[in-house]
């Protein structure tokens, strides 16, 4: 199984609302990743955890929370959202700190709208 | 991180051979060179990876010259399918930390 599930696939909040982002992966991969991508651009980074612990940190304000409760699961929780964070947010899991950390496998994405 | 620069775009037909340059002057020793592919709403996934020389997998190949300062990515046979953007990155392999770039959008037509 190489399949990197997340839900929901669509989103839609407003600014007030608190809610998550989920993302699942069954192949033993102990490094995951959010990225958040808006139209046209490249992927860019958010967090990484390693070994279910937040390694990387792209001073991603404060809105956004993630938690790694187990190795298999990976949440993003959202608070008092702009406009501006809407964007497809994709999760991704790799091996950890060997070659094939950089052979990522991602998710479809969670399309975000904050309104 | 080694910046990356490639193709903002390229056009290609059916059946035809299509090669994406990616110029990294400032890789590092420790640098790998990935390259991920990403259909419209949908996440990138990973293509190719390899240090030096030739690399091949079932479904392109990598080109790297001796001096690393650029690599190419080699599609045989392109299809209506291949139709995406195509990301070359550069990193350490121990830092899991994708930075990906502008990327190409290769387009194949009939």
């Known amino acids: 199984d190489t399949e990197v599930t997340q839900t929901p696939k669509h989103l839609v909040m407003g600014m007030t609302n608190k809610k998550s982002l989920k993302c699942e992966q069954h192949?033993?991969?102990?490094?995951m990743y959010w990225y958040k991508q808006k139209a046209k651009k490249p992927p860019e980074l958010m967090f990484v955890y390693s070994y279910e612990k937040l390694s990387i940190n792209e001073s991603v304000p404060s809105r956004f929370s993630p938690e790694c409760p187990n190795s298999s699961l990976l949440n993003l929780h959202l608070h008092a959202l702009q406009p501006e964070d809407s964007a497809l947010y994709l999760c991704?899991?790799?091996?950890?700190?060997?070659?094939?950390?950089?052979?990522?496998?991602f998710g479809p994405g969670t399309r975000l709208t904050v309104t | 991180l080694a910046k990356t620069t490639q193709p903002i775009s390229m056009d290609s037909y059916e059946g035809q051979e299509v090669n994406i340059t990616c110029s990294h002057n400032n890789i590092a020793t420790n640098d790998y060179i990935t390259w991920y592919q990403q259909f419209p709403s949908q996440g990138p996934r990973f293509i190719i990876q390899?240090?030096?020389t030739k690399v091949t997998n079932e479904v392109a190949s990598l080109f790297i010259p001796a001096d690393r300062k650029s690599s190419t990515l080699s599609l045989p046979r392109v299809s209506l399918s291949d139709t995406a953007v195509y990301y070359c990155l550069v990193g350490d392999w121990g830092a899991q930390k994708l930075v990906f770039g502008q990327g190409t959008r290769l387009t194949i037509n009939p």
């Open positions: 390899g240090y030096k």
């Open positions: 192949m033993g991969h102990r490094a």
């Open positions: 991704a899991s790799s091996h950890a700190r060997e070659i094939r950390s950089y052979e990522q496998y």
